[in-house]
């Protein structure tokens, strides 16, 4: 882990961890930096930090998005929003993609557990739906989709199929690209 010392000193101790490992989980594990690491490294060493946990902290903010409608930037950060887990095996069809940011306790269900910031997926969709998780499952899933270059849009929707994934430490949500 990277000490919050001089921030110059904690770049140059993440650069030089992240040439040392190609692994992926490793490089988010040192990703847990503090916030004045330009985020222009993290593209460098491959990592999008959009997707990335964070030290606690940051509260709702606008991390990425698909879409500069100022009506669904804020809705992603100040409205209530369905959770995706209430559409599992439903199919929706994707007009907009915000991530934002949360902070969370690190264990769900240890309240003395340390707060993380963590990204938050927003779907918005072709019938005025807005829907939200903070599932490691639909980050995941949505940033190899938008890492393709492709942006949904209110005439090319992205329709996606709510879905949930065995893991070695239960169920996660993910999603399925239909078209």
Do not use: C
Not at 4 to 30: H, P, S, V, Y
């Amino acid at each position: 882990m990277i000490e919050n010392t001089n921030i110059n000193d904690a770049q140059g101790q993440a650069q030089e961890q992240m040439a040392q490992t190609e692994d992926q989980d490793t490089i988010r594990e040192l990703m847990q930096y503090p916030d004045e690491i330009n985020p222009a490294l993290l593209e460098e060493w491959g990592a999008d930090p959009a997707f990335m946990t964070l030290a606690e902290g940051k509260g709702a903010k606008i991390r990425k998005s698909t879409t500069t409608d100022t009506k669904r930037l804020f809705n992603a950060i100040s409205s209530p929003s369905k959770p995706v887990k209430s559409i599992i095996g439903d199919t929706i069809d994707v007009i907009d993609i915000v991530v934002t940011s949360a902070d969370v306790h690190e264990d769900a269900n240890d309240p003395e557990s340390p707060k993380v910031n963590k990204p938050v997926i927003h779907f918005f969709t072709l019938d005025g739906e807005h829907y939200s998780s903070l599932s490691n499952g639909i980050v995941k899933a949505t940033e190899n989709l938008l890492s393709i270059g492709l942006q949904p849009s209110e005439e090319t929707p992205f329709e996606l199929r709510i879905t949930t994934v065995d893991t070695p430490r239960g169920t996660a949500h993910s999603f399925e690209w239909i078209s």
